[in-house]
């Protein structure tokens, strides 16, 4: 449900550019206080633009390039082939995968990195039907979902005789039954940036028998996630957003402990057997998170992530939620105090405990106003048909971006040139 942003009352000019000095001076005051603003210096941003677009594709980090060129001249180039074991190619999708796992709430062992999210989120789906108890025979999906989660949900039923129902992430765990046998949930809205109840829905999931598989893309690097002590079965996420692996560096599954021996893949691969130079005819799964693996790891992909990670070194999700938090509070405000009124409302939900780390606001002829915006140095995105978004990323935003974003909207939307 759409929720209005609030306009301030009326003022003259003169209050107006009093109003408009305040912003300023809080905007400076919260960055001053900024416990990450040293961490935006490990990005490497373009002067003078304001990059509100994470939340689709984040920024490299200023040590990417430097990793990338070792990895090609010296592993490949000089080492090749004895890179895998010499350079620990062989074993990086688990061990990047601990690191993804320490952002999320998940022990070591229990995350691997490879293939895209779709194809992970096939993985999970199908799997998830042949763990759950016989006469199972319905997956439930978020009917708002991102349109390839939905897809794959949809191959995923056909293949193992299931029934596909679409109900309101909300509803999910009342939906669930006796007939389900998996649920496909987003955490992150990522239309409107609504944050789904992750532990609630998971606990009515379990309390009817089902599975859950959470869909992380939105919420990874930008919120705390706690997959182990909320008793997430699998998860599945993105790493080109909030962790800045660059475009299509490989997505990751999660698959609890206890799960991973009845885990069965849909897609058994030469690097998830237990013995994969053994090139033996029969499949074998590895045991853990390995048979999560299908074919070989994407090398320089896996290695520029691995570098973006080290973005993270010393930082506490919990500092990044509350810096989130009030960046979206911030740039709402500004947009209730600077934009014409009646020009925009927030689809975002304003509460705190349903609000991921973007704003997504409608507008008229949003395509339209979103191609000024990056004209003039702030790039978001938008969604058809009148939806703005703005991701906004604690690791390198500043209170400062976010009022000049709110004032560039302004100024288009009054038709200042």
Sequence with gaps: MSEPVTQPPAADPAAGRQDAAALDGRAAALDAQDPLAAVRDRFDLVTGE??????????????????????????????????????????APERIGDR?????GAAPGQVVVGDSTSVNVFKALVAAVRMAPDGRDEILVDAATFPTDGYIAESAARMTGCTLRAVPAGGIGAAAGERTAVAL?????????????????????HAAGALAVWDLCHSAGALPVALDADGVDLAVGCTYKYLNGG??????????????PRFDSPLPGWN?????????????????????????????SLLALDSALDAWDGVEVGDVRAKSLALTDFFLECVGALVPPG???SVTPLAHAERGSQVSLRCQDAGEVMRALIARGVVGDHRRPDVLRFGFTPLYTRFADALHAARVLADILEGTP
């Excluded at 993804?100 to 999320?104: E, F, Q, Y």
């Excluded at 237990?274 to 693996?293: K, Q, V």
């Design 50 to 91: 304001v990059y509100l677009d994470g939340n689709s594709l984040g920024p490299p980090t200023t040590r990417i390039m430097e990793r990338l060129s070792d990895v090609v001249g010296r592993e490949w180039g000089r080492m090749g082939i004895r890179s895998w074991d010499g350079s620990g190619w062989w074993t």
């Design 343 to 345: 020009r925009v409302e």
């Design 100 to 104: 993804i796992g320490a952002l999320v």
């Design 185 to 205: 949930v987003n955490h992150v809205d990522y239309r409107s940036g609504r944050l789904h109840d992750l532990p609630a829905v998971t606990a009515a999931l």
């Design 247 to 260: 475009p299509g560096s490989p997505a990751y599954l999660y698959v609890r402990g206890a799960l991973q």
């Design 272 to 300: 998830s057997h237990a013995d994969p130079f053994g090139m033996a005819p029969a499949y074998a799964p590895a045991e853990g998170a390995l048979r999560g693996r299908v074919g070989t790891p994407e090398i320089l």
